[in-house]
């Protein structure tokens, strides 16, 4: 049993009393009374709905594009890349879009043309067009020279492959004769290895010996030359040596031993903090008198040099 017997019955039934109640409620809602007021109602009523359908049309539209702003504007404060391709797909589709829909408007209207018109256009026949039909099969003087010119390219190819055959065989009897000749050169080493190999170790160990004691030789003269720089870097030290030289209070004492009393007992009293009164007590107690006196007869060269220490210190 067919399911779809029913449903254009049904679908009609249903506009009908579609139409029905929509007319019942257009008249029970018009304030006229009257055949002519409920016909006018009816009329009213119609226009308010297609008005209405197509004001929701227009907002729809005006919604969607607008969401649509919104979306790309979104999407091209977070990447404006992004954003650009968006909008050139958007313009792209709806190019394509309106283009069908021209197309689709166009064939409607040449097929109502085509339908209503006495002669179909596939039917029309071009005759000022005129029929040309291409050779299919070439002349017999273009068949000869083509054969002609196959013939000398065989040829060429014929001598071209006997001047490589030529050159390998060339080639390969080198090649054999090298091999003779290395094959001959191995046998001779070989021959002259198992000849006198003792011989051959014993002229190896008598020039390393030679060598051995070569180096032995040149080690020593290497040492006696290294010896006689030393010496004589030595002597030039020991000649271009400066002598030291002494100044301030330390220069009249001929001594290098009370110098070096008198340069301790110095630091002793500058680490010990003592007034130069104090220093002269211990340099009276402590120094002998020659050099006591020495240090009374200068006494500015004593506290210059006191001084340094307390530099030297500080």
């Known amino acids: 049993m067919n399911r779809n017997i029913f449903k254009n019955p049904l679908i009609q039934s249903a506009l009908i009393l579609l139409a029905l109640f929509y007319l019942i409620v257009a008249i029970a809602s018009s304030p006229s009374h009257g055949f002519f007021g409920g016909i006018l109602a009816i009329i009213v009523t119609c226009f308010k709905t297609i008005l209405f359908l197509f004001g929701l049309s227009v907002a729809l539209v005006f919604s969607i594009a ?12 977070s990447s404006p890349e992004n954003g650009k391709a968006m909008f050139k797909t958007l313009q792209n589709k709806l190019a394509v879009y309106f283009c069908s829909m021209k197309k689709r408007a166009s064939t409607c209207v040449t097929k109502g043309k085509e339908h209503h018109s006495d002669t179909p256009a596939e039917t029309k026949i071009d005759k000022a067009r005129p029929i040309t039909v291409s050779p299919a099969v070439p002349s017999s003087s273009d068949d000869h020279n083509r054969m002609t010119n196959l013939e000398k390219h065989n040829a060429d190819l014929r001598s071209d492959l006997n001047t490589a055959r030529t050159a390998i065989a060339t080639m390969q009897a080198e090649i054999n004769e090298l091999k003779d000749h290395m094959a001959g050169k191995t046998e001779s080493a070989a021959d ?3 000849e006198s190999p003792l011989e051959r170790i014993a002229e190896q160990s ?18 006696e030359a290294f010896q006689t720089m030393r010496d004589e870097l030595a002597h030039l030290q020991k000649k271009t040596s400066i002598p030291e030289v002494i100044s301030g209070i330390l220069s009249y004492i001929d001594s290098p031993a009370d110098r070096d009393t008198v340069t301790e007992k110095i630091e002793e009293a500058v680490s010990r903090g003592m007034t130069y009164n104090q220093a002269d007590t211990l340099f009276k107690n402590s120094l002998p008198p020659e050099i006591y006196k020495i240090l009374t007869d200068h006494p500015r060269l004593t506290k210059d040099y006191i001084r340094s220490v307390k530099k030297k210190f500080q």
């Open 66 to 77: 607008v969401l649509i702003g919104i979306f790309i504007a979104a999407v091209s404060l």
């Open 192 to 194: 002259s290895e198992t």
């Open 206 to 223: 008598e020039t390393i010996a030679a060598l051995t004691a070569r180096i032995a030789q040149l080690e020593g003269q290497q040492n």
